[in-house]
């Protein structure tokens, strides 16, 4: 069972390129969250959805987009990247309005340089 | 202000010691308190989840929540060095009011137990 899958691992983007991130989860949950976390401030929401087909703004959705066009895929992407955006990304999912517990995956480095 | 406080730490304690985790917040609509850990260069795992005040106790691990103070605590008895982690609270409303139920989060305390 692997849960939350992210990719890629690691990546460093130059300042203007876009990119890319995948969250995959095998648990057939509703609901899936994108979070970075950064020293000092811990895990703050970006873009969240509880459903296919449908995504809302979180705490700091500002340069990011995102599409939750399959269930078990939430896609994260970064149009022209930033060096604000360097940070430690973390997807997440949950099974529904009743299930309190969210499971995340391993998380992205992304470096933009 | 930070709907959620937690003091970053880093803490560092003896093998065996007790350690007291702390949170506070200011948003008297959380009902749902959970912990999660996190080690080093991985996603954090939920360690505890309590609801409404009280204490909730597994193995080595106490949660408690006092709604009164806006104060949720995490006990580790005999800690142990793979207890070394970071330590996040975290917390959301009462599961019915949808809106995806956000986990607001903590910025975690980094705990070192040494041998």
């Known amino acids: 069972n692997a849960g939350v899958t992210q990719t890629p691992k690691f990546r460093v983007l130059k300042t203007g390129q876009s990119m890319t991130l995948l969250c995959a989860q095998d648990m057939n949950h509703e609901y899936m969250y994108w979070y970075r976390q950064d020293p000092g401030m811990g895990l703050r929401l970006i873009h969240y959805s509880v459903g296919e087909g449908t995504t809302a703004k979180g705490e700091v959705p500002d340069g990011y987009n995102v599409s939750r066009l399959k269930k078990q895929n939430f896609l994260l992407g970064l149009e022209s990247a930033a060096p604000s955006q360097t940070s430690v990304y973390f997807c997440a999912s949950r099974e529904g309005q009743l299930k309190t517990e969210a499971f995340f995956g391993q998380g992205t480095r992304l470096t933009v340089v | ?115």
């Not at chain 2, 010691?17 to 959970?34: D, G, P, R």
């Not at chain 2, 142990?80 to 995806?100: K, R, V």
């Open chain 2, 1 to 115: 202000q930070k709907e959620v406080e937690q003091d970053p730490g880093p803490l560092s304690v003896p093998e065996g010691a007790i350690v007291s985790l702390n949170c506070t917040y200011s948003n008297s609509a959380f009902q749902y308190f959970m912990w999660y850990r996190q080690y080093s260069r991985k996603g954090p795992e939920l360690l505890m989840y309590t609801y409404s005040s009280g204490n909730k106790e597994d193995g080595r691990f106490t949660a408690q929540v006092d709604k009164s103070s806006k104060y949720i605590s995490l006990f580790i008895r005999d800690s142990q060095p793979s207890d070394s982690a970071t330590y996040l609270c975290a917390m959301s409303f009462t599961i019915l009011t949808g809106g995806g139920n956000k986990l607001t989060f903590g910025t975690g305390t980094q705990l070192k137990v040494e041998l």
